[in-house]
């Protein structure tokens, strides 16, 4: 498609210093631009991916994906209960749909725990010490003290619970629950103290902060709720796909019960993720675009310089679509050389970025990311091919766009016109 001296010209033309009627300098300054817009992207992109990953990971990594829940019924003294009765039987059924990889009964309630002259607020979940070891996170965290296979002999807590009431693996804590003894002067509340066997980190802030895990037998009598589940949880072999697998698990869960996913639960979030993230795409090809004007600027400078130089070379015989691929090349040059280089410093950013972040947490002082805002513990980066592909086609694309119309004004340029004072 090009001749040879056609890149011969181009190449001659980008390197011309000033003096010579050249543009160096603005092709430097065009290719810096292109560069950083490009790098600025890239690491956009691979932040949000990273984001939104290790947000989902955190979810479903401590989260059931689904939630099997019964719609309740009313007691013959009136009162209304939802919890489920036929829990093992449930489980069995839901253990058979294909997709399913783990089914838990489990129990839940609010509790103040208390240590050290310390309270706070907490979440008990009631599970069966085999079924924690198969939640990811939790029993692969982030850090931990103790060990998950001493469970089944006291309570395992997240670790900002620990933190606010200064406990450690080993130490006491006591739980406080609304829901205690009956007596004929009413509801006392139920106070108990269980050794802490296991202190976990899953890296979201909002579960590390309430979360606390009870044996499940032991559950059913704090909460009393004898013979009962409050819940059946439900992981499947994949969780983006969840909303496929709801008809066949709602048919095995029958009448009176009903399904509460994960993204049930989190919608807000991914919604807000998701606004976000098509915002920050506009901003940042708006970046990119505002970078290759520059080479729309360098070009016409270049083709007001090279008015001798065209009239010579059209009255050689070269033909309006030699010049215009003349110019073409001198444009795209740039764009596709600050295309590679700022594909480079993206990449690199991400592959890169926890030692990065680490050098400017290091600069800052500390507490540069909070992960009571942020929910999650670190700045994350996923670097896909998606998205790499996507930045260097759009810069690619604009590259040769924007180069056109100043070719075509070289490429119409009258030769004549051109000589007439030379």
Not at 86 to 105: F, I, M, N, Q
Not at 369 to 397: F, H, K, M, N
């Amino acid at each position: 498609m090009f001749q040879r001296f056609e890149w011969m010209i181009a190449w001659r033309y980008l390197r011309a210093r000033r003096s010579e009627g050249g543009i160096s300098v603005m092709t430097w300054i065009s290719l810096a631009g292109i560069s950083l817009a490009v790098f600025a992207l890239i690491a956009v992109l691979a932040v949000r991916t990273g984001f939104r990953y290790e947000f989902v990971d955190t979810i479903v990594g401590a989260n059931p994906h689904v939630s099997v829940l019964s719609y309740g019924e009313v007691l013959p003294n009136g009162t209304l209960t939802r919890t489920v009765s036929d829990y093992d039987a449930l489980t069995e059924r839901l253990s058979g749909v294909e997709g399913v990889v783990t089914v838990k009964p489990v129990v839940t309630g609010q509790v103040m725990a208390t240590a050290n002259g310390r309270n706070t607020g907490a979440q008990v979940i009631g599970i069966r010490p085999e079924d924690l070891a198969g939640i990811p996170r939790v029993a692969s965290p982030e850090q931990s003290q103790g060990d998950i296979a001493d469970f089944a002999g006291g309570v395992a807590l997240g670790w900002f619970v620990a933190q606010d009431l200064g406990l450690q693996a080993g130490d006491m804590v006591r739980l406080i629950s609304p829901e205690g003894t009956k007596t004929p002067f009413g509801t006392s509340p139920r106070v108990k103290a269980y050794p802490v066997t296991y202190v976990f980190q899953v890296g979201r802030y909002d579960i590390d902060k309430i979360r606390i895990y009870m044996p499940f037998d032991e559950a059913q009598i704090y909460f009393n709720k004898p013979e009962l589940a409050d819940e059946v949880q439900v992981t499947l072999t994949d969780a983006e796909q969840v909303d496929s697998f709801a008809p066949r698990l709602i048919a095995a869960a029958g009448d009176g019960n009903y399904l509460w996913t994960w993204k049930d639960a989190a919608g807000g979030f991914l919604r807000a993720l998701q606004m976000e993230d098509n915002i920050m795409f506009v901003i940042m090809s708006i970046l990119v675009l505002v970078a290759t004007l520059n080479i729309t600027s360098g070009l016409v400078m270049l083709v007001k310089n090279k008015g001798r130089d065209i009239g010579i070379l059209r009255t050689m015989g070269l033909s309006e679509g030699t010049v215009l691929r003349v110019f073409f090349l001198c444009g795209a040059s740039i764009g596709v050389v600050g295309t590679a280089i700022g594909t480079l410093l993206g990449c690199l950013f991400a592959i890169y970025i926890d030692q990065i972040f680490g050098f400017v947490n290091w600069v800052a002082g500390g507490g540069v990311w909070d992960p009571s805002v942020r929910y999650i513990s670190a700045l994350p980066a996923r670097l896909e091919l998606g998205d790499v592909l996507l930045a260097v086609t759009l810069s690619l694309s604009l590259s040769f766009i924007v180069t056109i119309f100043p070719a075509r004004r070289a490429a119409r340029m009258n030769p004549v016109e051109a000589l007439r004072y030379e």
